[in-house]
């Protein structure tokens, strides 16, 4: 509105005296002797602060709320306008997908596997204390399912013939999430899986309908690049700097570098960390207590980042280790098989790099437990339709049906730990006791 991309806030000038002022020690330091304060999370940059959040999420709904009102748009808002466009997405998603490969699978099926990617996915953290942290992240898991729905129907039912508008709207969607959350923008390689009938034929790519579908398949994500580009070049200098590390958090980003010692502390913490259960309400206790503080958490020698983490998402879902034997199971979904390493494989690769480019935080979960998600329902669906073996079904069914209960338990539990977002103790207390009396019935 101002015509900057900078906060209007004038950092503290401590800190441009600084050689390094994202050293968080240092960095406490100094402004506590000149007096001055600084802003946590802001990121700072020559003298001036920014935001390092998606700018779409600010385009679409703050500015021109502003605009129009001249006030402020409530996050609750815009997390409730995410939230129903990520919830009924996976609706027509896994519709879609359902239809295209296992048209004759009973409905609750369906339902389940719908129930599956909304409370197994991690995106409950953005619903159970709406804040501008995870909303980026669901803002991308929004448009990631749309834009999977879009690309999922835009070959005709004949088969053969692409429907060139939805290959355009899902790469538009797609594209909307690198200016939201860029991990998300790995599932854009499901394009290559998808229309891999028509990408790798050249006599269709030289015709005028390949050329069309080319067209519709690059040109968004090409329009929507050069703007986030140009955003990140007139704040950092550089059209692939997103401005993340120079983030003022708690530990020093622009330092932080590649370290492949961290990675399967991640890979353990994101997928497989028990959750700790206690017997006093809401009963499940984050990985690092307050009173534990004292007891190292990890024996890494380095820099990792450990926050608000309540259980590895593979432990509180069992059915999410499925995937990984999906290579035992090949002969069940070899039309998808495919597909379903992709979304797995694509899960691993955001572990690692959550792990590597900011810690262990447990609202990163988001960033690809729908992913695991859409693998399992995936090679699920497959054995259902295609395996003969009354053991083994009954054996996922169970699998599923036990991660899915314990899914809504678990995320309506979580909304009552006083250490998320939500702390249902002080903003809504008579509602807190009144569920702890019915719960913690043996006091």
Known sequence: MDGHAYLNEKPADALGTMGNPYDPR???QVIREAGETWRLDWA????????YFGIVPVLLHFLPYYALTGAHLPVTVSISVFGFFYITGCFTLLYSIFKRYFSNTPFVIYILSCVMLIFCSGMFYAFRGPAFYGLPILAAAAFAVWGLWFWYGA??????????????????????????????????FASLFLFKDYIFNKNYLRSKEGIRFLSAWICPALFIAMGIMYYNFIRFGSPLDFGANYNLTSNDMTHRGWHWDRTLLGIYEYLFDPTKISAVFPFILDSIRPSDRAISYTNYMGVTIVEGNFGGIIFNHP????????????KYCKNIYQMILFFLVSALSVV???TQMSGLV??????????????????????????????LKLLIRGGILISVLWGIIYESLLAFNVHTNSNLQSFAPKLYYSVLSMTEFWL
């Open 26 to 28: 240092l960095r406490d």
């Open 362 to 391: 447990g609202r990163y979960l988001m960033d690809f437990g729908w992913l695991l998600c859409l693998s399992a329902i995936m090679l699920y669906a497959s054995i259902e339709k295609n395996c003969n073996d009354n053991t």
């Open 352 to 354: 690692v790099v959550d």
């Open 319 to 330: 059915i999410l280790i499925l995937p990984f034997a999906s290579v035992y199971l090949k």
């Open 155 to 188: 070959e005709d039912e004949k088969g053969h013939k692409l429907k060139w508008n939805k290959v355009m709207a899902g790469s538009l969607c797609i594209a909307l999430t690198a200016g939201c959350r860029p991990q998300f923008l790995i599932v854009a």
């Open 44 to 51: 700072y940059y020559k003298g001036s602060y920014y935001v």
